[in-house]
């Protein structure tokens, strides 16, 4: 079965256009691994508009299944990140003031860089994880780096699924084939749904894990966050 961990910036988002702690975000963690999530994925920004680097410190003590870190390795990420010292971190090339994540890391480019931030997470016992596009060279660019795994920024396939062109799983289809032959733990996230995540998850051979937050948040308005989180887990037998 492919674990299902939960995005929960969105929950953060709605509590900081209020102020206070209404939705509080630490029991909405706690009761979405109650539902039965395999885990919770949170992704600060350097302006704190969702999830503070307080809010990363206070779930340490929450989270009892795997905890999942995402962010732009800049400085202060890579200081939380040890601090925190959470079960993955997923590095991703968020620009600065992004709405959401756009692209994957060029792990050809990037890959020294890649390299040094990868083995100071594995030396303090963080496993690790790389948001790369579905592109042959840049999954063996992932593997040159000594990453864990990496995690297929799945916004294209979305799209395409939409559209109603199933053709565009191809390339994670290959791409995931290809990490497997490399050795490289298959993650996945971006724009995955209930209406498409089956259809993925059986087309990706060797999917560890999945990363939902703003469509399962948003489908939990309508049919309620302990149904929405056991509506994934049956779609990822």
């Known amino acids: ?10 929950i ?30 949170i992704h600060p920004r350097p302006d704190e508009r969702h999830i503070r680097y307080q809010d990363a410190r206070d779930l340490k003590a929450i989270v009892t299944t795997e905890y999942n870190i995402e962010g732009n390795s800049q400085h202060n990420f ?16 968020d620009a600065i003031g992004a709405i959401t994540s756009s692209a994957g890391w060029d792990t050809i480019k ?6 040094e931030v990868i083995q100071e997470f594995q030396r303090n016992g963080i496993r690790t994880s790389i948001f790369v596009d579905p592109v042959l060279e840049i999954i063996e660019g992932a593997k040159k780096t000594g990453t864990d795994r990496i995690e297929l920024y799945t916004e294209a ?8 062109n199933k ?3 191809e390339p994670y289809t290959k791409a995931a ?36 937050g703003h469509a399962l948040i948003s ?3 309508y049919l309620g966050l302990d149904n929405v989180v056991n509506m994934y887990l049956n779609k990822l037998k």
């Not at 988002?13 to 039965?36: C, E, H, M, S």
């Open 177 to 212: 084939e290809l990490a497997n032959e490399l050795g490289l733990g298959i993650n996945a996230g971006h724009d995955l749904s209930l209406d498409n995540i089956k259809f993925f998850k059986e087309n990706i051979p060797g999917l560890l894990e999945v990363s939902i």
């Open 110 to 115: 990037n890959q020294e860089y890649l390299t």
């Open 157 to 164: 396939f979305a799209h395409q699924y939409d559209l109603g």
């Open 219 to 221: 489908e939990a308005l």
């Open 167 to 169: 053709k565009g799983i």
């Open 78 to 93: 890579i200081d939380l990140v040890l601090e925190c010292k959470p079960d993955q971190v997923t590095l991703v090339p």
């Open 12 to 41: 953060a988002t709605l509590r900081n256009a209020r102020g206070g702690n209404v939705p509080d975000l630490l029991k909405v963690a706690a009761d979405i691994q109650k539902f039965g999530a395999q885990g919770i994925t």
């Open 1 to 10: 079965m492919t674990k299902l961990s939960v995005n929960i910036n969105k």
